[in-house]
């Protein structure tokens, strides 16, 4: 039987060096804790749902059920979860719709959803099809200043959480500054092992924090279990990394994903090519282009079956047995039906080149000549 007890085992100073360096990702007075990827994300809705039943005044106080914020355009580790919660009538939840404008869930439109049984706020810090960039920093700041009516009025402390999955690596990231109670991360997102890690500012005193489980010691006994020293180790090399390079990696991205969309309006003309991940005022992800290549018949999944060379998506992994129903984060956003079921979304990487990005273009290019050829009368 595996031994409980922190530190008890000779993998500790291995754990404690991935926890310091992964910590560099997203640098900040927190505590670090893993978890399988997109485990602990899934969790925190029923953490708050049990943060609100022990933040009654007295024993026996009843404020009805309580209610968590969040976006409609959040990733389903969050999503579903709260949707279940509801179906079970555990809580309620308000899904507040991204403007169409900017693509971004507005602080206004958020703080508007609030109720006095509202105990969570999750708005992830950058969309992961559109790569918009969220105001999550104004956001934290705001429910900071209100929390201080509420808690004199003896209403819950709403929290705030933040999903950084997409950001870490292709931006600047800091606990501190974005003033969050909790922050996700998962490795395969810049280049590690595909495990999870959660930061949470001061667990157990200032944040609330819950065990997922129960039957052993580790992490505190926040989530029991043998710690997978190997993956724990990769994420903090990987995280390292980022934090001495992620100046370096953006500009490259952004340089190349730049290069994409000229190149993609070049051949296509810019009146065939609808930027699908462009929102005024909006800034985005240095990586991540979602475009549409206007024109019956060139649904994504066509356009992607006629190429030769190009694997891509129309949109999130995680929804692709969607087949060819357009995503609804973009529906969300405001993109016209017709536009969203031509979506394609590509992400630029570290080692991307303008040459790689050529041969892409020119797959595209015959992909939809074919297509076209097809429909031809």
């Given amino acids: 039987m595996p031994c409980s007890r922190p530190g008890a085992t000779p993998a500790a100073p291995t754990l404690q060096a991935g926890r310091r360096r992964s910590s560099s990702a997203a640098p900040g007075r927190a505590w670090l804790g893993w978890w399988e990827a997109g485990q602990r994300t899934s969790s925190l809705p029923r953490g708050a749902r049990r943060h609100f039943r022990e933040s009654q005044a007295r024993p026996g106080d009843s404020r009805g059920t309580p209610h968590i914020v969040t976006s409609s355009v959040e990733h389903d580790s969050i999503r579903l979860p709260l949707e279940q919660l509801v179906k079970e009538s555990l809580a309620e939840a308000t899904f507040v719709a991204v403007s169409p404008r900017s693509g971004r869930a507005e602080v206004d439109d958020i703080l508007a959803a609030i109720r006095p049984t509202t105990c969570l ?57 974005l003033g969050v109670d909790y922050l996700t991360i998962v490795g395969h997102k810049f280049y590690g092992p595909r495990i999870g890690a959660l930061y949470v500012r001061g667990p157990g005193t200032t944040t609330p924090l819950l065990p997922m489980l129960f039957g052993g010691g580790q992490e505190r006994s926040f989530r029991p279990g043998t710690e997978n020293t190997p993956m724990i180790a990769g994420l903090g090399q990987a995280a390292e990394l980022v934090s001495k390079n992620w100046e370096a990696y953006k500009a490259h991205m952004q340089d190349v994903r730049d ?52 694997l891509a998506s129309v949109g999130a992994a995680c929804h692709s047995e969607k087949g060819d129903r357009p995503s609804a984060i973009l529906l969300s956003c405001g993109i016209p039906y017709d536009v969203a079921q031509n979506a394609l979304r590509l992400s630029v990487g570290r080692d991307t080149t303008r040459a790689d990005v050529d041969l892409v273009v020119q797959d595209l290019v015959q992909a939809v000549a074919q297509l076209d050829q097809d429909q031809a009368p």
């Fill in 121 to 177: 706020v999750s708005i992830m810090l950058a969309n992961n099809e559109t790569g918009v960039i969220m105001p999550v920093t104004e956001l934290s700041q705001r429910i900071h200043a209100l929390n201080q009516w509420r808690v004199a009025e003896g209403l819950p402390r709403i929290l705030v959480h933040t999903d950084a999955a997409q950001m870490i690596g292709k931006g600047r990231v800091d606990v501190q500054e």
């Fill in 259 to 310: 290069y994409l969309e000229a190149r993609l309006e070049a051949s296509f003309g810019k009146q065939r090519i609808h930027l699908n991940s462009h929102f005024m005022g909006s800034k985005r992800l240095c990586n991540t282009s979602n475009f549409s290549i206007l024109g019956p018949g060139l649904q994504g999944q066509r356009v992607l079956s006629r190429c030769k060379t190009l």
